[in-house]
T-cell receptor, first 113, second 109 residues
Framework: DAGVIQSPRHEVTEMGQEVTLRCKPISGHDYLFWYRQTMMRGLELLIYFNNNVPIDDSGMPEDRFSAKMPNASFSTLKIQPSEPRDSAVYFC???????????FGEGSWLTVV | RKEVEQDPGPFNVPEGATVAFNCTYSNSASQSFFWYRQDCRKEPKLLMSVYSSGNEDGRFTAQLNRASQYISLLIRDSKLSDSATYLCAVGSSASKIIFGSGTRLSIRP
């Protein structure tokens, strides 16, 4: 079975540019999570969805970040405008049910210069 | 205070040693607990879930102490291939999952 699929795997962009990260969860999973990982802050939960509805976005750092899930098989995380401090690995993860294991994609490695 | 806290390490132990990690959590209503393993430049992968009665998977044993609000991971007879970062994860009553910052483990020959 296909796992969580993220794109792009690597992106280097200039400060001020818009960045869009994409995620396809595992088929049948009803929860989708966006995490950000840095050396300094570890793995931070940004936002998560249940049945395509955002449940908790309290981890979204500021208004420059937005996330959408238009259907059960696709989600985006957008940063506009991007800043160097946004450089990190962004992971998407999904699961079925509220208490089960979550499965991660391979991550999107973002560098903002 | 962070919701989930771990000793960042690094732990540097010889092959064959037994090593233990603890992870504390602040939300007493937490419902689910996990240990993940993350290799360098890779995504976290589930190592094992943690059940109330404790559970074992080969050389790995996980324990949950609800009274003191911590989970533990014990690795026996450590192998070189166990070198990685170990992340604890705690599911809250709101069904979100919060991760600790991870403990780095290095096994030396």
């Amino acid at each position: 079975d296909a796992g969580v699929i993220q794109s792009p795997r690597h992106e280097v962009t200039e400060m001020g540019q818009e960045v869009t990260l994409r995620c396809k969860p595992i088929s049948g999973h009803d929860y989708l999570f966006w995490y950000r990982q840095t050396m300094m802050r570890g793995l931070e939960l940004l936002i998560y969805f249940n049945n395509n509805v955002p449940i908790d976005d309290s981890g979204m750092p500021e208004d420059r970040f937005s996330a959408k899930m238009p259907n059960a098989s696709f989600s985006t995380l957008k940063i506009q405008p991007s800043e160097p401090r946004d450089s990190a690995v962004y992971f998407c993860a999904s699961r079925t049910g509220p208490w089960n294991t979550i499965y991660f994609g391979e991550g999107s490695w973002l560098t903002v210069v | 205070r962070k919701e989930v806290e771990q000793d960042p390490g690094p732990f540097n132990v010889p092959e064959g040693a037994t090593v233990a990690f603890n992870c504390t959590y602040s939300n007493s209503a937490s419902q689910s607990f996990f240990w993940y393993r993350q290799d360098c430049r890779k995504e976290p992968k589930l190592l094992m879930s943690v059940y109330s009665s404790g559970n074992e998977d080969g050389r790995f044993t996980a324990q949950l102490n609800r009274a003191s609000q911590y989970i533990s991971l014990l690795i026996r007879d450590s192998k070189l291939s166990d070198s990685a970062t170990y992340l604890c994860a705690v599911g809250s009553s709101a069904s979100k999952i919060i991760f600790g910052s991870g403990t780095r483990l290095s096994i030396r020959p």
